[in-house]
């Protein structure tokens, strides 16, 4: 299985990814948890991309492909969450894929709207001990969990704003660009995260368009 999980920041992208990973044994690629590895590590392309991460930017495709190209092209299973970002990056991913005699099962767009998004993004907090992410609303951080919790850097209100504007913008379009290659399902991501889990399961189970997803 080789999939794309697309949806705007807060949908839920991250953690629905990590479950399904944890099921099916595909690896979990995440371009931010990437970006944000590389910052922590201090390397020449960490400090190339942290001022678009702290601004909340996009990074440009020639350091993103830097991060994302080697885990894309091994020879596994995987679940692509926060790439591509636009239609320019989808091409790249094509040919990539097509060069590497790779084959995209399916994309998976988790939709919820942008003020249920918001407060989401408000209310995440990560743990520096376990490294896990929370919600301080809809999933509180468990009293086994040292933490300190604490806010993504880019999780403040205008940065959640600049964040979403590009969503709508650039990443959207990608829902037709799918949808004309059959690969595209919709999932309504407002419900619990064990909801919205079985109804991702749910629809991967079933064919769809011409290619079915072996799970
Ligand atoms: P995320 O955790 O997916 O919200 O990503 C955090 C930040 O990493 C983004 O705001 C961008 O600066 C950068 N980033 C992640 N994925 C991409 C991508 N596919 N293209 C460009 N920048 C990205």
Known sequence: MRLIMLGPQGAGKGTQAQRLAATTGALHISTGDLVRAEIARGSALGQAVKGYNDRGELVPDTLIMQLVEPALTAPRHWILDG????????RILDAMLAGAHVQLDRVIVLDAPDDELITRLLGRRQSRSTGKVYNLVTDPPPADDPGPFVQRDDDTPADIARRLAIYHRATK????????????QKIDARGPIDAVADDILRALRQPHGSRPTVL
Do not use: I, K, T, V
């Open 83 to 90: 790439f591509p970002r636009d239609e320019r990056q989808a």
């Open 173 to 184: 379009p990608l829902e037709g660009y799918y949808a004309a290659q059959g690969l595209l």
